[in-house]
């Protein structure tokens, strides 16, 4: 029980948090922006099964590695693509943390 609403919590919560906060004048626009986000579980979509509760999405999904975790923490750096860095980064979190609670 825990575990899902850490994961969506996070999912939904902290870019919320992170958007009021740091993007006051155009919160709703950072928050879209991060929640979308979540389109890098589409590689889900190439895993069999496309759903296992008792898979770690870490390492496992390609948009998921450790390759495309440096990347997105390399968009922070640029102020044009920080709220997407952002969106990725917490998305990332909200995984590490569903893996954690596996």
């Keep these: ?9 996070i999912h939904f ?4 948090a992170v958007a009021l906060v740091l993007y006051k004048k155009y919160w709703v626009k950072a928050y879209i922006i991060m929640v979308l986000g979540m389109l890098i579980d589409f590689d889900h979509l190439l895993a ?13 999904h390609p948009l ?18 920080r ?8 998305h990332i979190i909200a995984d590490l943390v569903d893996c954690s609670l596996m």
């Design 1 to 9: 029980m825990l575990q899902p609403i850490a994961h969506y919590g």
């Design 48 to 60: 069999n099964p496309v759903f296992d509760p008792n898979r770690c999405s870490i390492s496992f």
């Design 64 to 81: 998921h590695s450790c390759y495309a975790i440096v990347v997105y923490v390399l968009l922070l750096i640029p102020k044009k693509t």
């Design 83 to 90: 709220i997407i860095g952002l969106g990725l980064v917490i």
């Design 13 to 16: 919560g902290l870019p919320l």
